[in-house]
């Protein structure tokens, strides 16, 4: 897996954004009102907690 070759400021770095994304979509998903964008949003939602996770399981970060 590619962050493999990350270190720990960098897994950080890109937890914090995606979880800044993720606060940002859901609530895109609530204002969206065409059911199939939404099912699309709510499926990168999905992909997005799940990478997440997978960050955060690699190794201890400092989160703020």
Not at 52 to 61: A, E, G, S
């Amino acid at each position: 897996m590619f962050t493999e070759n990350l270190n720990i400021e960098e897994k950080q770095i890109i937890v914090e954004t995606l979880e800044m994304f993720l606060s940002d979509l859901r609530m895109e998903i609530s204002h969206t009102d065409k059911k199939e964008f939404r099912d699309e949003l709510k499926h990168r939602k999905t992909v997005i907690a799940k990478t997440i996770h997978l960050l955060k399981d690699q190794q201890p970060l400092n989160y703020h």
